[in-house]
């Protein structure tokens, strides 16, 4: 059984109530249809029965739950709960109820946060910003959390390397540039991820154009220092570095650059050292090793609420809905 098919296998076991805001779009249809037909999640869609009508097409979709904003008799709590949250910065009743009749995203977050549904995934049609902004204003991040950063979950077909050819990849999504300190965070929180999705031990590499000391840069020095943080604060977690990327994960290369190391050669997280390696680093893999790559999923904020590439398919909403039904179930 491939990795998606054990996390919907997961999600079956203890159903979870899922929002989908982005009713404009038909993949978020033909993917509710699969999501429905096999039983991963339960489905909110929130627009009006006259948006949702002419953009469902021929999708069947009638086990799904409409919530109009509009028309809800709930939608006066949202309107009063989320200026109760942002009146510090400034939000009136007006500003609220705009937001959250025009914004869905937003709506869908309120709805999060007011114990209505389990978590949201949007971005087909909204960047990760307009995605995550929301999230960050409203359901904050996770109680013990120092961070909220992104992951992806790659399944690389006919591969032993890594999980036998799973692994996660961090941070690809939000952080540009993170500092010792929140590499550190990023590497624990990712670790944590790949435990609860994948159900295996996390073997953390922190990656660097370096191998324990082959190079001198600040580059280097900022992952040197992001191992002693991460090591001090995670003492069990199974984490080393700084490792070029054959050495953390090809088993030859490791014990040549990394013999003392027990992570080189077998690392199943890999943590990248910026936004840029990692999102490169993720499409490479994705695009020349035909890999699976689901996300941006996030982590760290209070509540399950995941990120899409806009140039997703309906088959990828349906694999990052049923990854986030999975994380609701150990909120």
Do not use: W
């Amino acid at each position: 059984m491939g990795f998606i098919d054990e996390i919907k296998t997961k999600a079956k076991a203890d159903l979870k109530t899922i929002v989908l805001p982005e009713t404009e779009d038909v993949r978020t249809y033909e993917a509710a249809e699969a999501i429905l037909k096999e039983g991963t999640a339960k489905l909110v869609l929130i627009g009006s029965e006259e948006e949702v009508a002419k953009n469902k097409g021929n999708f069947d979709i009638s086990g799904a739950q409409i919530v109009d904003p509009a028309k809800s008799e709930k939608t006066e709590s949202y309107i009063a709960k989320l200026v109760e949250l942002r009146q510090k910065k400034g939000m009136t009743e007006e500003q609220a109820r705009e937001l959250l009749l025009t914004n869905y995203p937003y709506y869908g977050v309120m709805m999060v946060k007011m114990g209505d549904a389990d978590g949201m995934v949007s971005g087909a049609c909204h960047s990760t910003a307009d995605t995550l902004r929301p999230c960050l204003q409203i359901l904050k991040t996770k109680p013990g959390t120092k961070l909220v950063s992104a992951f992806f979950i790659m399944v690389v077909p006919d591969c032993e390397m890594g999980e036998n050819g799973t692994f996660v990849f961090g941070d690809c999504g939000l952080n540009q540039n993170p500092s010792p300190e929140e590499l550190a965070a990023i590497a624990i929180s990712s670790a944590e991820s790949f435990k609860q999705l994948v159900g295996a031990e996390p073997r953390v590499a922190m990656l660097s154009h370096s191998s324990m000391g082959s190079a001198k840069h600040d580059d280097v020095t900022k992952v040197v220092e992001a191992v002693k943080i991460a090591k001090a604060e995670a003492p069990d977690l199974m984490l080393d570095g700084e490792l070029q990327l054959d050495a953390a994960i090809v088993p030859s290369v490791g014990a040549s650059k990394a013999p003392q190391s027990p992570v080189a050669g077998k690392a199943n997280v890999l943590i990248f050292p910026d936004l840029d390696a990692g999102n490169i680093g993720y499409k490479l893999v994705q695009r020349l090793a035909k890999a699976e790559a689901y996300g941006p999923m996030t982590q760290g904020i209070a509540a399950p609420v995941n990120d899409l590439s806009r140039g997703c398919s309906a088959k990828d909403i349906e694999g990052v809905v049923a990854i986030t039904a999975v994380q609701c179930q150990s909120k």
